[in-house]
């Protein structure tokens, strides 16, 4: 395989500081770069909805958590693993748009229940297929086998680091 940009870069490390072990930047480096793109990709389909990465993440938790499609706004912060504030902030969004709405929950009045609105449904099954068709397309140049292991490594480095 050809050198690029990050072999390069470690290159040039190895050659102004051999006392310093740069190879973990073979692999951070990469992930920079490659989350970036990636990132970026599926943000591009998204968009084509009208939605950014946290709008499509709060409709996909409602959609795919089931009837009758709603949940709290702290059970929303951890299906989407963001804050409570950064719901707020995306859900009110969502009710601007049309495709989620806020009522009182049933149980405390106090309490908030965010709800796809039949629009939302539609929005979001209509992204979910375009990212997963997305998805797909961005994993095509990796075999069956790789993506598997690459799954696993993954899997096995996120555990270790406990997220």
């Not at 909805?49 to 958590?65: Q, T």
């Not at 009110?92 to 449904?121: K, P, Y």
């Amino acid at each position: 395989m050809d050198a690029d940009h990050v072999d390069r870069i470690v290159e040039q490390w190895a050659a102004e500081r051999p006392d310093v072990d740069a190879s973990p930047m073979q692999i951070f480096g990469r992930l920079s770069r490659i989350t970036d793109h990636l990132e970026a990709e599926l943000l591009r389909v998204f968009r084509r909805f009208g939605l950014g990465e946290g709008e499509f993440d709060i409709l996909a938790a409602l959609r795919r958590g089931g009837e009758p499609y709603a949940c709290a706004p702290g059970e929303l912060a951890r299906h989407t693993m963001v804050t409570t504030g950064a719901v707020t902030k995306r859900v009110d969004r969502l009710v601007a748009s049309g495709l989620v709405s806020r009522s009182a929950s049933d149980g405390d009045g106090r309490g908030r229940v965010v709800s796809l609105t039949a629009e939302g449904r539609r929005v979001i099954d209509e992204a979910v297929v375009a990212h997963a068709a997305n998805e797909q397309r961005l994993l095509a140049s990796l075999t069956p086998a790789q993506r598997r292991a690459l799954e696993s490594l993954l899997r096995e480095w996120g555990s270790a680091l406990g997220v």
